[in-house]
């Protein structure tokens, strides 16, 4: 995701676009072995919950070796696969700069990586989040494609004063969206896929809903930044949810959207298509906050 805006150049050290040197030889042993850690424990929870062009991905770019992946290593493969490239950036950068990658078909991701004591909750996306959750589905050609797509949106939207509807599509498609699959339903959003916790409740729990997606449904629902989410949004397929979005002007979504109120976070509408309708008790109970 992007930073605020109001903060402009970027930091001493990066470039004009933002990008840093990931400086793959200056990772500590213990820094590595925080990535095999967490990637661990992703592989063995991931088969049978993430969606097939994830799992293909992952396999596809080898993201496991002996620890952080090199980015010049990956990006001959994701290159090949789909045009891709991940460029290191030192934490979120502004809106603009994000789209300007996006729409190039670059992918930001952090450099750093978390302490081994945050190995289950962080503040800011690092390279295992951005890694290992976005950059699977990127050797994906239609999620490929959706992501370039929604740069070029991004830019759009910030041009029309929408960015805030836009974003709630990237959050429920992107970083926590659910697909179907002919064994059920299967996660795809990097949130869900980088986060263990995360990804046994957003397929598990009874507590969320799970709606089916509708884009105008989506660009007015709010979203929680820190705790689980109170509802997912499952797509049939990565097709549909390129040809809806690539195939709709959002200029008269925008405009409509002014004038509709946004829909409560666990709220269930009479036209939503209800995969399960959540209990909601571990948002009641206090969520997070709530846990020891
Ligand atoms: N069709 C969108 C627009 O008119 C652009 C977009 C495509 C946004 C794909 C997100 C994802 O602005
Ligand atoms: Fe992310």
Known sequence: ??????????????RAD????????????????????????????????AADPFLRGLDALDL????????????????????????????????????????????????????????DYLQEPDIFHDVFGHVPMLTDPTFADYMAAYGKGGQRALGFGHLHNL???YWYTVEFG?????????????????????????LDDPSPNRLG??????????????????VYFVIPALQTLLDVTVGTDFAPLYARLEGAKDIPIAAIEPTDRVFTRGSQAYANAGGRTQAA
């Not at 840093?20 to 925080?34: F, L, N, T």
């Not at 789909?82 to 934490?91: D, F, I, L, S």
């Open 178 to 202: 659910l697909m179907e699959s002919a064994d059920g339903l299967r996660i795809y959003g990097a949130g869900i896929v980088s986060s263990r916790a995360e990804s046994v409740f957003a």
């Open 64 to 119: 496991h070796r002996a620890g952080i992946p090199d980015f010049a290593r990956i990006n001959e493969e994701l290159k090949r696969l789909t045009g891709w490239t991940v460029v290191a950036v030192p934490g979120l950068v502004p809106d603009e700069v994000f789209f300007d990658h996006l729409a190039n078909r670059r992918f930001p991701a952090g450099q750093f990586i978390r302490k081994p004591e945050e190995l």
């Open 1 to 14: 995701m992007s930073a605020d805006p109001a903060n402009n150049g970027p930091p001493p050290g990066a």
């Open 213 to 230: 997606f509708d884009l105008e449904r989506v660009m007015r629902t709010p979203y929680r930044i820190d705790d689980f989410q109170q």
């Open 167 to 169: 974003a709630r599509l």
């Open 18 to 49: 933002w990008t840093i040197d990931q400086g793959w030889d200056r990772y500590s042993e213990a820094e590595h072995q925080v990535w095999i850690t967490l990637y661990e424990r992703q592989a063995a929870l991931l088969p049978g919950r």
